[in-house]
């Protein structure tokens, strides 16, 4: 919606295929990563979350993995549907500071028929 | 949205005059939170609370307060809304139970200065 943003980078996949989302965080002393997905016109809805002491995920369709030598984090998306459609957030958080998320600005995944 | 409510979803209000949105959570997280989303910026964190009457700024607090007086609600007040502050605000829950990090959001609300 337009209360996400009007210039987000936006990856176009094809229905039934792979997704993979990338974000890279600044914070070396972050400690716990998140996935958010945001529809139009909603608030972001939490996907699935990872701690620094591991490196890989799974959820449910869903897969994070955690690369902290180059502090990049990646959300992959199986079998992508038309509903996976809507931006994309991961966010950072050293967990000794009040559970306080940085938000990285977002991508925009189009699912295409 | 995880038992959390914002009053109201819409407001359009002129520049000079208060504003207080308010947050409503029915799980009894012990941490709640303001972000404003703008275009380009992403979620920004502009005040959060640890608990009844305990609050603390976030990263874009200037022109905001907030308070906490009971568990379930924690209120934004802009003293003087400015065109500035046109954006959409949501609040977030954390911190039960115990141990974990995941913030939920409300619906948010979205408010125009004019």
């Known amino acids: 919606g337009e209360s996400v943003g009007l210039h987000l980078p936006t990856l176009s996949v094809q229905e039934g295929d792979n997704s993979i989302i990338n974000c890279a965080y600044s914070n070396s002393a972050s400690d716990y990563f998140i996935w958010y997905k945001q529809e139009s016109g909603k608030g972001p809805q939490f996907i699935i979350d990872?701690?620094?002491?591991?490196d890989k995920r799974q959820g449910q369709r869903v897969t994070v993995l955690l690369n902290k030598t180059v502090k990049h984090l990646s959300l992959q998306i199986a079998a992508t549907q038309p509903g996976d459609s809507a931006v994309y957030f991961c966010a950072e958080s050293n967990t000794g500071t009040a559970s306080k998320l940085t938000f990285g600005t977002g991508t925009r995944l189009q699912v295409t028929l | 949205d995880a038992g959390i409510t914002q009053s109201p979803r819409h407001k359009v209000t002129e520049t000079g005059t208060p504003v207080t949105l308010r947050c409503h959570q029915t799980e009894n997280h012990r941490y709640m939170y303001w972000y404003r989303q703008d275009p380009g910026h992403g979620l920004r964190l502009i005040h959060y609370s640890y608990g009844v009457k305990d609050t603390d700024k976030g990263e874009v607090s200037d022109g905001y307060s907030v308070s906490r007086s009971k568990t379930e609600d924690f209120l934004l007040t802009l003293e003087s809304a400015t065109s500035s502050q046109t954006s959409v605000y949501f609040c977030?829950?954390?911190?039960?139970?115990?141990?974990?990090?995941?913030?939920?959001f409300g619906p948010g609300t979205r408010l125009t200065v004019t």
């Open positions: 977030a829950i954390s911190g039960a139970p115990i141990d974990t990090y995941e913030q939920y």
């Open positions: 990872i701690r620094s002491n591991m």
